[in-house]
């Protein structure tokens, strides 16, 4: 890569040769770029015509002609020398660049690419669509907008809108902050319900586990705990039910309506308890409460996991160092064998559960959870090129040709997570299932491809399944959509 990189550094430099304001080359400082060649040109072509005007006009013996023009054919040729050479070095540095390319990339694609799959105005307004929205995902707000405008791409708030709320909250959670994610949970809390989604019970589970390992969270006031006499402290922990559920409800409304980095009441509500395992017993009180009907038994495990930690006043020197880094290694020897899960990072660690977040705020959205341009370049550039490169040439050496553009020649296997629908291949003739050969079930339940059906059921429309052997008929089979 270095030899690419090094020869289009000498394009750089030849080419500010080409233009005027050439400061930056050195080159350029010793010898008159192009344009400086041109306009020395036209302002000795304005002066030998000044010169003729002047001598007409003052009617004194004219300059000779002859000789006024040999002097501007030269002054023509010098410059057209210099800007030639100009011109001649730039091409030469292209040249040497592109070869550096060529050199570095010598898989030759222009086979296997179909450069007409990118030639009408929708795939390419497609292409274009796929960049800007890798930019915006990406949060490359400047550069989406630069290319949305030589695109001419019609910028969508919206759009825009839900990514930056995206990388705002996925920000937040990297810095150990979990209230935007928590906001938008309660939010969305009916929706996440019907997909039996955990995170918004997750994130509070991280809360609470790190409020109980002495970490003194992003929100969590600690003036207002420091002030707070002990008096109060006893009286909020001898609160009545009632009135917890009232400060829960005026938290959950304060969360929901307010901004996030404004200290809301429940965090300040847990830290007026002194020590982590109060504060934790505040938090999770506060909390837990709807969902009680779906993760009882993990709430009274964490309750339990209280009764295991010890008990200290949190101070910034028992929080973590940094945000992202919450201490609960050292508690596991504390807790019994069965509680210890309950400290694992992934349950803890706010930065992981980041992609749960994004999962749910992305099918909230209806936006796919990976850039479709990331998936692309993952599948083509990892292994998939190069196998259909290696297949074509083996094709060819037998006289075969890979003919159809809709379908690749060979399996690619792709790890699970770049599976997006299945796909079915017939068993029989092994094609995959298209439009126009859809699977097609069997009275017995097994499912063929229609062609084969076809082929076996010539003639009377009646034949024998080749699994079973059921016998059953051609009309009986119905479409399966995979
Ligand atoms: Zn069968």
Redesign the pocket.
Known sequence: MEAVQKSLEQLAKRAPGLHSNSVSAKAAATQPSVHDSIDKLIAQVEAAKATIASSAASSSSPPNPAVLLAELKALVETAQKSILDRQKEFHAALSKSTKALDKKFPIPIDGVADPSLFSSTEAQNALERVIFNHLQRNGDWSTSYKFAAEAKLPLSPQTEALYVQLHNVAAAMSRGDLRPAISWAEQERAWLQTRKSGLEFALHRSQFIRIAAGAILPGSDEAIANRDPDGENVEMMSASIDQLNAGSTSANAASFHGDARTVTPDLALASLANTNVERALAYGREHFKPFRSTHLTEIQRLFTLLAYLPAFIPAPAYGPEGFDSVPVEHLIPTVPLVYRPLLDANLVHAPLLEPMFRLEFCARNKIAKDAPLSIGVEVGAGGALNKIIKVKAVMKERGNEWSQADELPIEIPLPQRLRFHSIFACPVSKEQGTEQNPPMM?A???VLCLETLTKLAKGNGRFK?P????ESYLNQAIRVYF
């Open positions: 069997l017995c339940g097994h399944c699994y079973c052997p059921t």
